[in-house]
């Protein structure tokens, strides 16, 4: 079952710190980072069948790092992340893919990012028609099928 | 011991569904049995706020991520495009993007054209009405008139242009190039009780407003109405045989796991050009030690995919993202065999609109163009709204070397053997996805995009099932004959893509349905003697 595996608090710390690497705050476009509370306990709740990947991803992280990712210092925690990009693999995107998902569905960034906080159903979205009037040299142009003999 | 039924059909999705329908006429009793149920559009993910998380998981298109109890899970290790499908009442037309072209006639005429493959045992033509047919009962969209393109009469109007169509029009007349607005089976006004499209955005993890046709909502009211008997959650293991080596029935899983055996006179196979191979495998026995309706051999091999080659940039002007229909438009300008490409066949291209927030954030930075830490965020506003995507769909030849079998180890939920697939791009297909992407190249490049990055091919491209079971004349270069009966068991059919010879360049389930209503139509005319 998915919920049999959770993260321990080492886990959990450096998914805070890793997070926060990918996406960090923003006061030019007034959003959080992805290690705001809200959204890390948005990932930790809807982990769900994705929660293996991201222990395998963490565990790798931290045999990379050789303690938590936060205690090293900036040059060496970058060094740290780019390594864990590169090698990580499935999981390592999985782990990304993740922090992504649940981040740019947050209401302060979607709101920043000047999209409406719905689901597509039942209001739909309006498209415009446009100009087909582009199509005339197309039709001009005319064409025919290949023979088939 | 149940009763016997007239007709029984293995599958519910676009084949099954169009036979179905099509031989209720006949009044004979019908059953069809799908592994799958029926699905409840008020779960379908544009419902709900994380409906762009759901493609990750539950609602991904791979059967393999799904892993849902109604999925069976495909080794699809050794190639490069992986199988997607959807298992329920409507089958993949709940899961696809309602892009509609049809094979063009000369589609069917490829080795007295370009001297490759086999030419099919029928012609465009014999096709025509049922294709007209079908448009009707799935409700399809589009302009009449395409020069390049066969012609159509799609009974609703067009998509709208939208940002991202008026786009890459400017660019397809920039360049001289043919486009045309997309036949679709996206309703564009109210019909035959689908709502018309509101937009939602993705259409294909399944449409809440129903406006795009699948046939649970199509073909599959009518047939129940008009009598056939449709049995959910019910896996079929094998077709049995009797002492004359025809079908006597199949053995199958229903709904609470418990075996069954259902005799049928007449069994219609509509799996998929991989669980059709898969099934016939499976129902190996002593007068059919290869499996059934193999002696040419040939039953999973010759699978063609479509190999797609995809590649998409960046605009500065905003385009329709996730607020509409993900294709709109096509163009058939590299459609037809030019040797001076170095390839013989050809490609369509489809055009897409754009992607949603979280699809771009992954997809991008996957691609390492959008970057972690401080730049993240002005690079993600640069992207997210302005993606353009072209994709050449390219001509699969059939090589027996791609093939299904049978997994010696993986099995489904009832222990039934997985299908296994074995898939190289050949060298022919490799050079027409480059020619496909440096046209691909140019047209964004006059668009304005930057940013630009491929797929190639899409890894999880593999829509198209075809091939495994091909039609023909000759019981040894094929597995049914040129009206979709086996040529080993006079009494078992298929109708699904398995019977398609050569693959074209477009997407087939139009053609598909279109065989099948064809097939029936032919059953139909030979009820009194079927089985000579």
């Known amino acids: ?149 | 011991m149940k009763d016997p039924v007239d007709v029984l059909i293995i599958g519910a999705g676009a084949s099954g569904a169009a036979v179905a329908w099509s031989l209720a006429e006949t009044k004979m009793h019908i059953l069809c049995l799908e592994q799958g149920g029926w699905m409840n559009p008020a779960e379908y993910p544009s419902t709900g706020r994380d409906w762009e998380a759901k493609f990750y998981g539950e609602w991904s298109s791979s059967p393999n991520v799904r892993g849902r109890p109604e999925d069976y899970p495909i080794n699809d290790d050794n190639s490069p495009i992986k199988v997607v499908n959807y298992n329920a009442v409507g089958g993949s037309t709940v899961m696809y993007t309602a892009h509609w072209p049809r094979l063009h006639p000369s589609d069917f005429k490829v080795k007295t054209l370009d001297g490759v493959a086999d030419d099919w045992p029928i012609d465009y033509d014999a096709l025509t009405r049922f294709f007209e047919e079908n448009d009707r009962m799935m409700g399809t969209s589009g302009l009449s008139g395409d020069p390049l393109s066969p012609l159509t009469h799609p009974p609703m109007p067009q998509q709208p242009l939208g940002l991202s169509g008026a786009i890459i029009g400017k660019a397809m007349n920039k360049l001289g190039w043919h486009w045309w607005p997309s036949d679709t089976t996206v309703a564009t006004m109210d019909y035959e009780g689908r709502a018309r499209c509101i937009n939602l955005g993705h259409c294909t993890p399944a449409c809440a407003q129903g406006a795009k046709s699948s046939t649970d909502i199509t073909y599959w009211p009518h047939a129940i109405r008009a009598g056939v008997e449709l049995r959910t959650h019910c896996r079929v293991r094998e077709i049995t045989t009797d002492e004359n080596g025809m079908a006597s029935g199949v053995v199958y899983y229903d709904k609470d796991g418990v075996e069954q055996f259902q005799p049928a006179h007449v069994v219609i196979i509509a799996c998929n050009g991989v669980g059709t191979p898969r099934l016939l495998l499976n129902s190996a026995s002593g007068r059919f030690p290869n499996g059934l309706a193999n002696s040419s051999g040939l039953v999973g091999k010759n699978l063609m995919f479509h190999p797609y080659a995809q590649i998409y940039g960046f605009v500065k002007e905003p385009t329709d993202s996730n607020r509409a229909p993900p294709t709109c438009l096509w163009s058939k300008e590299f459609y037809d065999t030019d040797l001076s490409r170095g390839f013989v066949r050809g490609y369509g291209i489809q055009f897409g609109r754009g992607a949603g927030p979280v699809f771009e954030a992954v997809a991008s930075e996957q691609k390492g163009i959008l970057p972690w830490g401080a730049d993240h965020h002005r690079v993600f506003r640069k992207l997210n709204g302005h993606r353009l995507a072209v994709s050449a769909i390219c001509e699969d030849l059939p090589e027996e070397h791609n093939r299904v079998t049978l997994d010696p180890v993986l099995k489904d939920s009832h222990g039934i053997p997985a299908p296994k697939i074995d898939y190289t791009i050949s060298e022919n297909s490799r050079k027409m996805m480059e020619h496909g992407l440096a046209r691909g190249r140019e047209i964004l490049e006059t668009a304005g995009a930057t940013d630009i990055c491929i797929n190639n091919p899409i890894p999880w491209g593999g829509w198209h099932l075809l091939g495994t079971a091909r039609m023909g004349t000759d019981p040894e270069r094929s597995v049914v004959n040129e009206w979709g009966r086996a040529h080993d068991v006079k009494n078992l059919f298929i109708v699904d893509g398995s019977i398609f010879v050569t693959s074209g360049g477009v997407n087939p389930t139009s053609t598909i349905q279109a065989l099948a209503l064809y097939i029936a139509d032919q059953m139909k005319q030979r009820l009194a003697n079927l089985f000579d």
């Open chain 1, 1 to 149: 079952m998915f919920d049999q595996l959770t993260l321990t608090p080492r886990q959990r710390q450096d998914l805070r710190t890793i997070a926060a690497m990918i996406i960090p705050p923003s006061e030019e476009y007034r959003v959080p980072g992805a290690d705001d509370d809200i959204i890390q306990a948005d990932i930790l709740a809807t982990l769900g069948r994705d929660t293996k990947q991201v222990v395998t991803a963490l565990d790798h992280l931290s045999r990379l790092a050789g303690m938590p990712l936060a205690d090293l210092e900036p040059a060496a925690r970058d060094g740290v992340a780019q390594q864990f990009r590169i090698s990580g693999g499935v999981a390592a995107a999985t782990l990304v893919r993740v922090v992504l998902q649940c981040y740019y569905r947050d209401d302060r960034v979607l709101g920043s990012l000047g999209l409406e906080l719905r689901a597509p159903f039942p209001k739909g979205h309006v498209l415009p028609d446009g100009d087909w009037s582009l199509l005339d040299p197309v039709k001009a142009r005319g064409g025919s099928l290949r023979r088939t003999s």
